[in-house]
């Protein structure tokens, strides 16, 4: 299993990203951007993802970028393959910028309508309290 960070946030050229994924190893940082179709086949758009690209990897990250067809049908033969291959030409994972992760257990878990009551729950002892939205 491959210990990643979603959503990272990077302060890079004053502007607020982030990054879909990032891996931290031992010799530079690896930024993996997963590209939806719709946002990331846009000329205007795909600029942006040239200025924002050149902003992270002037912070010292390594860029990986995937798009829509690579993840949902080379997966396992182009994606998987090129993410081990960079984090071994950057010396390997490091959990050095991990961030430590405690799970609890929720055995009735849904997704919330925007009007519903969400329950709080003590993460101490599970018990759950109604709250008001």
Not at 28 to 54: C, F, K, M, S
Not at 87 to 108: C, E, M
Request: glycine share 4%.
């Amino acid at each position: 299993m491959i210990q990643a960070e979603r959503q990272w946030e990077l302060i890079a050229e004053e502007q607020r990203y982030f990054l879909d994924f990032a891996l931290f190893c031992t010799k530079a940082p690896i930024a993996v951007e997963t590209d939806g179709d719709t946002w990331h086949t846009v000329p205007d758009r795909a600029n942006q993802d040239y200025l924002r690209q050149n902003a992270i990897e002037s912070r010292g990250w390594h860029v990986l970028r995937f798009n829509s067809k690579e993840i949902q049908e080379e997966m396992e033969t182009y994606c998987l393959p090129e993410i081990q291959k960079t984090i071994n030409s950057q010396g390997g994972l490091s959990d050095a910028g991990l961030v430590p992760r405690i799970f609890y257990p929720k055995t009735d878990a849904t997704q919330l309508s925007l009007f519903e009551k969400a329950a709080s729950y003590t993460l101490d002892t599970g018990v759950a309290e109604n709250l008001e939205l």
